[in-house]
């Protein structure tokens, strides 16, 4: 899909090299966000089973391959090799879908320049996501993923498309799915909050309770549970600070302020946080 050379990561860092069993170790810590189940090779076997379709002729030798390559394509997530990341996902179809959106989505948010591009990406990732539903329809990450993805296209677009699109109410559906799933997703409860603070913030209030059933207080609701459930992740806070923007204008530009400050503060635990940090900083600058 990638022909190109995507624009590298400009933070690299040892303590974001999860080689080996480090990967392993740190699992529970770097996805405390997404619940990402970890993929060894009883995982994958496992998914394998509940879909046969998903690779042809499956056994016990082809899951430990596939989990191999997944764990290495989650390594090179976390140390910032979006690109790396993103193409083994790929061709690893519904199985990497999830390693492959969080990576290409990642390098599209704060590295592509070019709003068409974002697009275009976006576009892409929703399409990984949907073939992920339709395999895997019982890893939460298969429809948060989507709402990820469908999420940033939107944001790419004005608001009078993405709802003409119909976008919002997908991101809220698989949203909903990804919550009901795994209820302690805090990513998911995150972009619930900030779903809810963006239609409050751009139709109004009354608007997006009656039309939408969007309100402030459930936003802050979402936003403070995925505080409680990730308080040392960066982009929980980096939301938090976006949806008093949101919600609040210039009224919420102190809690914005303190908020964004705090995502700077925390120590980044790989490349992903490292960027929701430094684009916290560029807040306060």
């Given at each position: 899909m990638a022909k190109s050379k995507w624009a590298a990561f400009a933070h690299p860092d040892k303590a974001y090299d999860y080689a080996g069993d480090k990967l392993a170790r740190a699992w529970k810590a770097l996805h405390a966000g997404d619940l990402e189940p970890f993929?060894?090779?009883?995982?994958?076997?496992?998914?394998?089973?509940?879909?046969?379709?998903?690779?042809?002729?499956?056994?016990?030798k082809d899951a430990a391959k596939i989990a191999a390559q997944l764990?290495?394509?989650?390594?090179?997530?976390?140390?910032?090799?979006?690109?790396?990341?993103?193409?083994?996902?790929?061709?690893?179809?519904?199985?990497?879908?999830?390693?492959?959106?969080?990576?290409?989505?990642?390098?599209?948010?704060?590295?592509?320049?070019?709003?068409?591009?974002?697009?275009?990406?976006?576009?892409?990732?929703?399409?990984?996501?949907?073939?992920?539903?339709?395999?895997?329809?019982?890893?939460?990450?298969?429809?948060?993923?989507?709402?990820?993805?469908?999420?940033?296209?939107?944001?790419?677009?004005?608001?009078?498309?993405?709802?003409?699109?119909g976008i919002a109410g997908k991101v809220k559906s698989s949203l909903d799915t990804a919550l009901k799933l795994a209820p302690k997703h805090a990513e998911a409860r995150t972009a619930l909050g900030?779903?809810?603070?963006?239609?409050?913030?751009?139709?109004?209030g009354m608007l997006a309770k009656f039309t939408y059933g969007a309100s402030a207080g459930e936003a802050e609701k979402q936003l403070k549970e995925a505080l409680k459930l990730t308080p040392d992740s960066p982009i929980a806070w980096v939301e938090f600070g976006n949806?008093?923007?949101?919600?609040?204008?210039?009224?919420?530009e102190?809690?914005?302020?303190?908020?964004?400050?705090?995502?700077?503060?925390?120590?980044?635990?790989?490349?992903?946080?490292?960027?929701?940090a430094e684009w916290a900083k560029a807040q306060l600058a």
């Open positions: 993929p060894d090779e009883k995982h994958v076997a496992k998914l394998l089973k509940a879909n046969p379709l998903l690779t042809k002729g499956a056994g016990g764990q290495d394509a989650w390594r090179a997530f976390h140390r910032g090799d979006f690109q790396e990341a993103h193409d083994t996902g790929v061709a690893l179809k519904a199985l990497g879908a999830s390693v492959a959106i969080k990576a290409g989505g990642i390098h599209a948010t704060y590295l592509l320049k070019s709003d068409k591009d974002k697009l275009v990406r976006y576009a892409e990732l929703a399409e990984l996501a949907e073939a992920a539903i339709a395999a895997l329809p019982d890893e939460a990450n298969s429809h948060y993923r989507r709402a990820f993805a469908l999420g940033r296209y939107s944001q790419s677009l004005s608001i009078a498309q993405a709802l003409a699109q900030l779903y809810h603070a963006e239609i409050v913030g751009k139709v109004g949806a008093q923007l949101l919600l609040h204008g210039a009224k919420g102190d809690d914005a302020a303190a908020a964004f400050a705090k995502a700077t503060k925390l120590k980044p635990r790989d490349a992903m946080e490292r960027l929701d």
